[in-house]
């Protein structure tokens, strides 16, 4: 059975910084599409950062430029460095994993952390 969990969330300033991580366990990291998802309380959850079927990286307009997405295969760990944070910013910070099977990520994602809370103050 898969399991991701993250960490690093936490309270900042807007303007300040935090480095988000999931360690996968129970399966390569490498055999799923990843991604980061966050939501707000009484917003829709929204796609934050997603590898897509070729591994390139799509990301939410709001977040371009101030977010990064990468991950490392041998550590089967998947990271979200978020810069220049505002406090729209704030909401729980899932990661998602998907099969990827003959080039192909299967959505709905399958496989979901429990979250991790960032706060940023104005």
């Known amino acids: 059975q898969v399991r991701l969990v993250e960490s690093g969330g936490g309270s900042v300033q807007a303007g300040g910084s935090l480095r988000l991580s999931c360690v996968v366990s129970g399966g390569l990291m490498s055999s799923y599409c990843m991604a980061w998802w966050r939501q707000a309380p009484g917003k829709e959850q929204e796609a934050v950062g997603e590898f897509d079927d070729r591994g390139n990286i799509n990301y939410a307009g709001s977040v371009k430029g101030r977010f990064t997405v990468s991950k490392d295969n041998d550590k089967n760990t998947l990271f979200l460095d978020m810069n220049r944070l505002q406090p729209e910013d704030s909401a729980i910070y899932y990661c998602?994993?998907?099969?990827?099977?003959?080039?192909?990520?299967?959505?709905?994602?399958?496989?979901w952390g429990q979250g991790t809370q960032v706060t940023v103050s104005p």
């Open positions: 998602a994993a998907g099969r990827f099977i003959s080039g192909y990520c299967y959505r709905p994602f399958a496989y």
